[in-house]
Structures are given as C-alpha cells and as structure tokens.
C-alpha cells in the first residue's frame, strides 16, 4: 500500500469511530438541570461529578410476536467523574432501602446496561448522600 491509501484508511477509520461514538451517546435525550433540582445538582457538584443532562431518555424498542413497542426509560440525572459516566437515581423518603434486594437490583442493572454507563449513584436528598453501585459482568 503506498503513503496516501494509508491515509485514506486513517481517515476513514476516524470518520467511522467518530460517528459511531456519537451515535452511541446521542440517543440519550434529557434537560438542562433546572432551579427545582438545586439540592441534588449542589451534592453531585460538590462530590466531583459533571452534570451531562438532566432527565435522561432512552427510546426503547420491543417486538413481541413481530409486534413493535416504544417505550421509555428514564432517570434523575446522567452525570460523569474521571471519565466514567454514572447515572443518578434520586431517593427522596428516609426508609432504609436494600439495594441488592432482587427488585432494586434488576431495576439499576437494567439501567447500567440500557444507558450503558459505569455505575448508578443513589442520591438520598434528605441525608445529602451518595452511594455508587457498579456491576461486574
């Protein structure tokens, strides 16, 4: 191969991998964060993480016997911190919640993989606390 079919295929590679990196992201829909979620975007800030949107969207299709269905998940916030991404699931009672109880843990592992994020942080706004829940496949 000579010089310039190298960089033809460089470029095409590039163009590819742009895309592809942006259609991955671009999917997922949201909101500015609004003056109603001050507490919650103060907390995520002042632990470090960049608010991305507000709201996350994700358009979800589901065939059922050639059947299409379009449904949406949603969540609090999308944020990121040291290069990963994390989504953000605000909890506003006081109860005492067993996040590997088998309803919480199908909920957040289907958001992980639906948004394809690192992890879900679990914002309790009343006690103004993070915990960050990850999984390993």
């Given at each position: 191969m000579e010089k310039k079919d190298w960089?033809?295929?460089?470029?095409?590679?590039?163009?590819?991998?742009?895309?592809?990196?942006?259609?991955?992201?671009?999917?997922?829909?949201?909101?500015?964060?609004?003056?109603?979620?001050?507490?919650?975007?103060?907390?995520?800030?002042?632990?470090?993480?960049?608010?991305?949107?507000?709201?996350?969207t994700l358009a979800v299709k589901m065939e059922i016997d050639e059947q299409q269905h379009i449904f949406d998940l949603k969540n609090d916030?999308?944020?990121?911190?040291?290069?990963?991404?994390?989504?953000?699931?605000?909890?506003?009672?006081?109860?005492?919640?067993?996040?590997?109880?088998k309803l919480w843990r199908s909920s957040l592992l289907r958001d992980v993989l639906a948004f394809r994020v690192n992890g879900m942080l679990i914002l309790h706004l009343e006690k103004g606390t993070l915990q960050e829940v990850r999984f390993r496949i």
């Open positions: 960089i033809i295929l460089g470029l095409l590679v590039l163009i590819f991998s742009i895309r592809w990196l942006t259609t991955r992201t671009s999917r997922i829909t949201g909101k500015k964060p609004g003056k109603s979620q001050g507490k919650a975007v103060q907390i995520l800030e002042d632990a470090g993480y960049e608010i991305i949107t507000a709201k996350p916030f999308l944020v990121k911190r040291d290069g990963k991404r994390y989504l953000v699931h605000i909890r506003r009672d006081t109860k005492p919640v067993r996040l590997q109880s």
